[in-house]
T-cell receptor, first 115, second 114 residues
């Protein structure tokens, strides 16, 4: 079991640039989640996929954010026209839907710094 | 809406001391409750969970009991080690309306000194 992986681990960008993050879930997991964690706070839910379908999006996910999971395996999270307020840790998690008893397993995160 | 409140940190203890980190929640119905731990520079790791009232989750010497009557899920360990130094997050998964996401508390930093 290789766990959830994320790439890159760190990203520094200038305000106004676009960035894209990748998440590879645990191989048999059909659900994939994105969260954002700012310094000193707990993670906040952004969006989730069941297979390739994006089923829920938080109000935190502005129009500049887009997430995809094209083949129901890996997922990407893109932020367009980054702002300094986007600086945070972006966490990916995956789970296997088991009728209500599922557990989410988290990756190491991508830390974004917008200058 | 649903929410989780944790005691503020940092919590500073000497090795072998008893640990309690308080967690209370607000939710409708019967959410599932979790404790995750985040070591420096790493992602969140599931520590333990409980899915119904009076369940006790346990792992690596840590325990927490799901108390519906007090809406609490306090984390305890009888004898902490330096290696337990980390940030601990209490979380819930709602039982209805957006039940596929986790709602986290702000986290409690634990520092254990030799």
């Amino acid at each position: 079991d290789t766990g959830v992986s994320q790439d890159p681990r760190h990203k520094i960008t200038k305000r106004g640039q676009n960035v894209t993050f990748r998440c590879d879930p645990i191989s048999e997991h059909n659900r994939l989640y994105w969260y954002r964690q700012t310094l000193g706070q707990g993670p906040e839910f952004l969006t989730y996929f069941q297979n390739e379908a994006q089923l829920e999006k938080s109000r935190l996910l502005s129009d500049r954010f887009s997430a995809e999971r094209p083949k129901g395996s890996f997922s990407t999270l893109e932020i367009q026209r980054t702002e300094q307020g986007d600086s945070a840790m972006y966490l990916c998690a995956s789970s296997l839907a088991t009728g209500g008893q599922e557990t989410q397993y988290f990756g190491p995160g991508t830390r974004l710094l917008v200058l | 809406g649903d929410s989780v409140t944790q005691m503020e940190g940092p919590v500073t203890l000497s090795e072998e001391a008893f640990l309690t980190i308080n967690c209370t929640y607000t939710a409708t119905g019967y959410p599932s409750l979790f404790w995750y731990v985040q070591y420096p520079g790493e992602g969140l790791q599931l520590l333990l969970k409980a899915t119904k009232a009076d369940d006790k989750g346990s792992n690596k010497g840590f325990e927490a009991t799901y108390r519906k009557e007090t809406t609490s899920f306090h984390l305890e360990k009888g004898s902490v080690q330096v290696s337990d130094s980390a940030v601990y997050f209490c979380a819930l998964r709602p039982s209805s309306g957006g039940y596929n996401k986790l709602i986290f508390g702000a986290g409690t930093r634990l520092a254990v000194h030799p």
